[in-house]
């Protein structure tokens, strides 16, 4: 079958296309039905099958006769440093690290936290988690303590797992002040920490509460895998939303197996064996998805690479690792092909690897832009394919369904919805757009299964940010439209949430920290165009009355200010102190029209502007930094 008539299939039958796609997942008990409907658009995929992710993950493969086949290849450039662990060495350390766990109270239903950089134990501490049927949230490295430190306090974890230090090039980044820091911080305390002592850096220990990795899983004996319900969260992943408050996504266990199982042949093109290689991180959804979970579900080897697209050591090291392992499809974020790009524009970096085994380069995680694209096809003579998807959603709304049917490549567009989501562009009174009228873009529920059934402890919170404005539907937060043919363009988010690096990140939450400035009376952060990043954030700040101190002074502790409370992550460099902010005479700040005379594009002055003059005085403090040129 191609594309149009699977998803005909999963249209005309949508529990039993699900049901049918449930079979490749080994269920302890199978599940009787697929959709259960709570009532006000909330839904539950394969509630009542009874299952374990770490079983379908690692020990079936290890049953079935792939016990030497290697799961996880390692491969630093940071550290010079690579290591093959197969499926039965990650079963071995898995249900070690399991019963270390599960000696000190992990049991099914704690939550831990993984704080850790892009080491095989990371997904080691996840799959582990997944075992006992305890409920993991990664946390993203880049993240300073204050961030850490509300997710302690939201996801209340037992225990956190994290290494000693993670690797940035030329810098050591101590996990071990961040996370001290953040647990004084929070107002809820972990039971104990288990840290990972890494030879780059070894960290002191805190008597009574930190546990040695090493040590806890030679005297450990192994747990063995626990099933639980389908509908049994498989772990939380914090997500920037509209405030400071990130969003806990929750991700269902069957649902999740099934999806993401689903999408490795369908969408990646990959049989159990190849090796796949997802260039992110284990901190954010695709790391979750692509790095962890997918491949292995599906039986192929997975690459954890600890190093950059450029500098470890140079523009080629993504063509090394695909001509080393035999990377069959490979998946990074675009911003990570203009790095190559901008340093290899000719690629005579790709010339000099063998990149034969290669298919397909699939690019997300924010909106990739023809000249990448274009680049990425010609230097590899490769199909680049672009595919739309989020954190709440866990694996793609709009791709090219390579392994089911390739479809024409319309560069700028991500291609057609998946099977399970039925993708609506809808005006702001919730109606229908023509083909070509932009929009919203909303996804008629229910959703299918793997995508978010709710929030970590704030079902209101979900039910208001993504079910209530189009009643009927989900909310992407996205804005766009569709062609004729079906294919979906991605133009824009439709809230406060940027685009940094293909990092997801909240202009709401950047504008608490600066608020809290002492001398900050008000402030406002916008994205800016940025070249290489996709976006790139700046702040605004208004001072108190009587602030008589440098301006310069104000601004670099508001860059300081940023970088220590959310992270080096948020990449805030540039803050500027303005007399006046431009509002609506209701006295909304006009944002996206900053934006605008940032990026030196035009605008329509905004008929409820209160005072023009303001954009003026913006112009000229961004002219200062090089921005909004004419
Ligand atoms: N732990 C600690 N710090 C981290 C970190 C981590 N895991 N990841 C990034 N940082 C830091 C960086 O060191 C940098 O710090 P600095 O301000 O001291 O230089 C800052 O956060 C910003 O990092 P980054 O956005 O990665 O920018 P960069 O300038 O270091 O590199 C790219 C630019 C394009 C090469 C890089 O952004 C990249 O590889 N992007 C790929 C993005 C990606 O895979 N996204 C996943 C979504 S699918
Ligand atoms: P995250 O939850 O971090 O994966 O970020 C999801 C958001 O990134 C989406 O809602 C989009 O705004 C953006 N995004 C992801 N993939 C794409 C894509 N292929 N094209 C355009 N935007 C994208």
């Known amino acids: 079958m191609g594309y149009r008539e699977t998803y005909e299939s999963w249209q005309n039958d949508p529990e039993g296309f699900w049901m049918e796609e449930a079979k490749a997942i080994d269920w302890a008990v199978p599940p009787t039905k697929a959709l259960t409907d709570h009532g006000d658009n909330l839904f539950e995929w ?36 690579k290591e093959k662990i197969t499926y039965a060495e990650l079963q071995r350390r898995v249900a070690f690290l399991a019963g270390a766990l599960a000696e000190r109270g992990i049991r099914k239903g704690e939550t831990v936290i993984i704080y850790m950089p892009m080491v095989p134990e990371a ?64 107002a809820h305390k972990p039971e104990f920490c288990m840290i990972l002592q890494r030879e780059q850096h070894r960290c002191d220990m805190i008597e009574g509460r930190d546990v040695d990795w090493h040590e806890a899983q030679k005297e450990a004996k192994p747990a063995p895998y626990v099933p639980v319900e389908g509908n ?15 969003k806990g996504v929750v991700r269902p266990t069957g649902g999740h197996l099934v999806a993401l199982n689903w999408t490795m042949k369908n969408i990646y093109n990959v049989d159990p064996g190849d090796v796949f ?50 990377v069959r499809s490979f998946f990074t974020a675009p911003t990570a092909i203009r790095a190559v790009k901008r340093e290899d524009p000719k690629g005579e970096f790709v010339k000099k690897y063998d990149l034969s085994g290669l298919r397909a380069l699939y690019l997300a995680g924010e909106r990739a832009d023809p000249d990448t694209i274009v680049w990425a096809q010609e230097m590899l003579g490769k199909p680049v394919y672009d595919h739309w998807w989020q954190t709440e959603t866990g694996w793609t709304i709009a791709g090219n369904p390579a392994g089911l049917e390739a479809l024409p490549v319309k560069i700028g567009s991500p291609t057609v919805p998946m099977p399970g989501y039925e993708v609506h562009i809808l005006d702001e009174a919730g ?69 940094v690096a293909g990092h997801r990140l909240s ?17 406002a952060v916008i994205g800016v165009s940025d070249a290489l990043k996709g976006q790139s954030p700046i702040g605004f700040v208004c001072l108190s009355k009587g602030v008589n ?26 803050a ?28 329509k002055m905004p008929a409820t502007i209160d005072d023009p003059a303001i954009l003026d005085e913006i112009k000229t403090a961004l002219q200062r930094i090089g921005y909004a040129q004419d």
């Open 46 to 81: 394969f509630a009542d099958g009874m299952v374990n992710t770490c079983y379908n993950a690692v020990d079936r493969h290890v049953e079935q006769g792939r016990g030497d086949q290697v799961a996880i290849i390692h491969d630093s450039p940071i550290t010079g440093t």
């Open 123 to 186: 997904l080691e501490a996840m799959l582990a988690c997944a075992r006992l049927g305890a409920i993991h949230s990664v946390v993203f490295g880049g993240f300073a303590a204050h961030e850490l430190a509300v997710r302690i306090d939201d996801c209340k974890p037992r225990a956190i797992i994290a290494a000693s230090c993670g690797l940035e090039p030329g810098r050591t980044v101590e996990y071990k002040p961040l996370l001290d820091g953040a647990i004084e911080q929070s």
């Open 232 to 246: 049994w969260p498989a772990y939380i992943l914090y997500t920037s939303g509209t405030t400071g408050a990130p």
């Open 277 to 326: 290689w997802a260039a992110s991180d284990v901190g954010w959804v695709v790391g979750h998805s692509y790095i962890c979970y997918a491949p292995l579900i599906h039986g192929n080897t997975t690459i954890v690479f600890e190093g950059k697209p450029i500098g470890t050591p140079d523009a080629g090291t993504f063509w090394r690792v695909i001509e080393e392992h035999n």
């Open 431 to 499: 109606h229908p757009q023509k083909p070509g009228e932009l929009g919203a873009i909303a996804v008629k529920l229910p959703l299918p299964p793997g995508t978010l059934p709710t929030l970590w402890n704030a079902t209101e919170r979900f039910v208001k940010s993504y079910l209530t404005t189009f009643p009927g539907y989900y909310e992407t937060g996205d804005a766009g439209m569709m062609d004729e043919d079906g294919y979906l363009y991605i133009m824009a988010r439709t809230d406060d949430v940027i685009n």
């Open 507 to 523: 202009t709401g939450a950047m504008e608490e920290v600066l608020a809290g400035h002492p001398d900050v009376a008000e402030c």
């Open 549 to 574: 101190r440098p301006h310069e002074e104000i601004e670099k502790e508001c860059v300081q200010r940023i970088r220590d409370q959310i992270g080096p992550v948020a990449a805030f460099k540039k």
């Open 576 to 603: 500027l102190v303005v007399d006046r902010l431009p509002k609506t005479r209701s006295g909304k700040i006009l944002r996206a029209t900053m934006v605008k005379i940032a990026d030196g594009d035009p605008f």
